[in-house]
């Protein structure tokens, strides 16, 4: 790797880091659907923009409705679980626990898609679900039952982003690739339709809002341009650069960004359970996402596609 890939990968990782951030800001006071709604909208929009500017082709070769659903998937539900979450976990808890994301992707593909898993990657997934125990039993948050709604609410959201990554492998790459630019446009499509009638009842008969709140907004807009929008094309230039494999080590990355963000600016700290639950967790993940032996690149690109998704 160069070190131009080096600083891309750390500055995706700093990025999608501070998405748990403007979450936690903005959710408790916009409410989760609002915040998810708002984020996807941005997301759409900045996506828009970008391919405009870059010229880029609006085809989706007969796989619209295909992204649409997708985005439902990968965008609208997870987003929302995360923005649920963010009433009661910190910022650096739903971080630490969407590094789960290649371990929901193991269960739900052993389960589900008639993926086998090797006795290594069986450790790592009871290894995983031990971390989550102790992140759910050890952490030090409002109460007990925040904690486990909190964390049911993030495994949701990775096991959404898990499904996604085997539907993606079906319905966009086996039936002759698109655009990665174009997949995420039109999952922002999906996802914000998904997410409007909510959206409109939410603000027509749901709890008042003041939206006279620029740093909420400010957070809500990052979270959509940045989070959302920039990072996507930032992640599809990495894969393109090191491959997808290489890729996935953001994963890794992420939770530091996620604590550091909530600790400078919401003075969030981690108990010492969830630290080790953590510790688990990461440890869980590099045994799924580490390929054993095999023979030819194409091989690993084979095994890493049913989990190489990216985290948000």
């Known amino acids: 790797m160069r070190l131009a890939d080096y600083i891309r990968l750390i500055v995706l990782a700093a990025i999608w880091g501070a998405s748990f951030l403007f979450i936690r800001i903005a959710a408790p006071q916009f409410g989760a659907i609002n915040t998810a709604f708002l984020r996807v909208f941005f997301g759409f929009v900045g996506l828009a923009a970008i391919l405009f500017v870059t010229g880029s082709s609006w085809q989706f070769a007969g796989k619209f409705r295909a992204s649409l659903i997708l985005g439902i998937i990968n965008s609208g539900l997870p987003f929302f679980m995360y923005c649920l979450a963010a009433k009661w976990l910190p910022a650096g808890y739903s971080a630490i626990l969407n590094a789960t994301t290649p371990l929901m992707g193991a269960i739900i593909g052993f389960a589900f898609f008639s993926e086998k898993l090797t006795p290594r990657k069986w450790g790592g997934v009871v290894l995983g679900l031990a971390g989550i125990v102790v992140i759910t039993a050890m952490g030090e948050t409002h109460s007990a039952s925040s904690t486990l709604a909190g964390v049911i609410a993030c495994l949701v959201a990775t096991g959404c982003y898990g499904v996604a990554g085997f539907l993606t492998r079906r319905w966009i790459s086996d039936r002759g690739g698109l655009d990665p630019k174009i ?27 003041n939206w006279h709140q620029p740093t909420v907004w400010a957070s809500v807009i990052a979270v959509g341009l940045i989070c959302t929008a920039f990072a996507y094309i930032l992640y599809f230039r990495l894969i393109t650069d090191i491959g997808p494999l290489r890729s996935l080590t953001v994963t890794f990355l992420i939770p530091p960004f996620g604590v550091l963000w909530g600790y400078l600016v919401l003075g969030e700290t981690l108990s010492g359970g969830f630290v080790i639950g953590a510790v688990i967790v990461c440890l869980a993940v590099w045994m799924i996402v580490t390929p054993g032996k095999v023979t030819t690149d194409a091989a690993k690109l084979s095994a890493t596609l049913p989990v190489t998704r990216k985290p948000r």
């Open 183 to 209: 997949v995420a446009f039109g999952s922002q499509i999906g996802a914000s339709l998904f997410l409007l009638p909510f959206f409109a009842f939410s603000v027509a008969s749901g709890p008042q809002v």
